[in-house]
């Protein structure tokens, strides 16, 4: 009877955490999607207000990648280019900035492991600028990462440093207004046509690419039969 009573309990206790993780993950997918839909329209905002070139979701292979990296928002500026991402979390934010993985409290008991958002989008924005033949050194992206209302960082971990900012999003308008009056050249309208050329041209060989790797899949199936 005993052992009927704790095979019970065990049932009772891993459907109670799956469902919590049902939950959390639910709740996130729908933050993150509100999100980017306040980020987007922020974006759209700006890049109306001041005749700014902006792109979404965009897919690219990048130099040696086999898989397309795929960008949420590149906004082109005056004086520089912003590749943002979005970041939702619940609780309070901890950890090395630095590191690959973040720690994220939710109350005194729960503590969650998830990957840091920066170096990801830091490594990406590299690619991007080597791909599009721009020169680090010019310092013109900004790896831009906006996150939720719901979400507490600390000053170590938030950061509105040259070339990378991890922020509120009701920030980013602001923030990117005030970058924009920073004494650096302006990017002339032939170097933002360049880049963007570029990237659409990148986009549209990825694109090809998956095309005829998924007619060479469809083939090779056919074969089989």
Not at 25 to 47: G, H, M, P, Q, W
Not at 60 to 80: E, K, N, Q, V
Not at 157 to 183: H, M, S, V
Request: aromatic letters at 10%; a positive charge.
């Amino acid at each position: 009877m005993i052992g009927w009573l704790r095979l019970v309990l065990a049932l009772l206790i891993l459907v109670f955490s799956l469902y919590r993780l049902f939950r959390i993950c639910f709740e996130k997918s729908r933050e993150k999607k509100k999100l980017d839909l306040k980020v987007a329209k922020t974006l759209n905002y700006i890049a109306d207000e001041n005749d700014f070139l902006l792109l979404h979701d965009v897919k690219a292979s990048l130099l040696s990648d086999t898989y397309p990296t795929s960008f949420g928002h590149i906004l082109f500026g005056d004086r520089y280019i912003y590749i943002v991402e979005t970041f939702v979390g619940f609780g309070a934010l901890y950890g090395n900035v630095k590191d690959p993985y973040l720690f994220l409290k939710k109350d005194e008991e729960t503590n969650i492991k998830v990957k840091n958002p920066l170096p990801p989008l830091i490594e990406k924005t590299k690619k991007l600028e080597q791909a599009c033949s721009c020169s680090p050194d010019d310092k013109r992206f900004v790896s831009v990462i906006a996150y939720n209302n719901g979400l507490d960082v600390p000053k170590g971990i938030a950061r509105k440093e040259q070339g990378t900012w991890f922020l509120p999003y009701k920030d980013l308008e602001k923030t990117i207004k005030i970058a924009e009056t920073d004494e650096v050249s302006l990017i002339s309208h032939d170097q933002t046509d360049r880049i963007a050329k570029q990237l659409k041209n990148i986009s549209d060989q990825t694109k090809e690419k998956r095309k005829q790797r998924r007619k060479d899949h469809g083939q090779n199936e056919e074969r089989k039969r």
